[in-house]
């Protein structure tokens, strides 16, 4: 049996901010200026977050109950941005003048950044979620293949030594080095670290030999 489907009737609205948004950003996403304008301040404030406020640095200064410091980089780093409207800014520059303000923003921002479940549900999350969609031909030129693995044991029944496997697949040595170079795939790799609770990710290079049956 047959059955004909008309087609979705399309919205003018969407299709009107798909044309404009592509005026602007030809490549859409991946054109480069797009990255200028709207991702590359954001990408700046997460590498500098990760050198004045990373999860150990923001434990320890709470530990230290020096939670002023903890809000004095953070509000540091978002001055250099536009993540907040104006008005947004100086509510949290009040917010944190006072003392117990200061220790309700740095345990509140470590509890929301750092608390939800345990280490490796976090990790799991952002792995799938935030890291697996930036491995891409856009970020690695060459790219042929991405395999993301989740070990679940081992043959003695012992813990495994490691909770995920990516491989990347490229035609060459060559083309893998020139990848890996480039800027986009260096952001790429310097979020892995960041999102890597279980210690520094272990990098090897490998050449394949295939056999099917």
Not at 9 to 18: D, I, Q, Y
Request: hydrophobic share 40%; with cysteine; glycine share 6%.
């Amino acid at each position: 049996m047959a059955v004909a489907v008309a087609p979705a009737k399309r919205s003018k609205g969407p299709l009107k901010c798909r044309r404009k948004f592509l005026r602007f950003f030809p490549r859409g996403f991946a054109d480069a200026k797009y990255h200028d304008w709207e991702r590359g301040y954001k990408w700046e404030a997460h590498l500098r977050w990760q050198e004045i406020l990373s999860r150990q640095i923001h434990s320890a200064l709470i530990g230290e109950q020096n939670y002023a410091e903890v809000a004095r980089r953070a509000v540091t780093i978002e001055s250099r941005t536009n993540l907040l409207f104006s008005f947004e800014k100086m509510a949290l520059r009040d917010a944190v003048k006072s003392d117990s303000g200061a220790r309700a923003f740095a345990e509140g921002l470590y509890e929301f950044l750092y608390g939800r479940g345990s280490d490796r549900s976090k990790f799991e999350r952002e792995y799938s979620q935030d890291h697996v969609p930036m491995v891409n031909p856009q970020n690695f030129p060459g790219i042929q293949k991405f395999v993301a693995s989740r070990v679940v044991g081992t043959p003695d029944g012992s813990a495994p030594p490691f909770h995920t496997l990516a491989e990347l697949y490229f035609p060459s040595i060559a083309a893998l080095q020139a990848a890996v170079a480039s800027p986009s795939a260096q952001r790429v790799v310097a979020h892995a670290v960041a999102i890597s609770t279980g210690g520094l990710p272990i990098v090897l290079v490998a050449e394949e030999e295939t056999k099917t049956f």
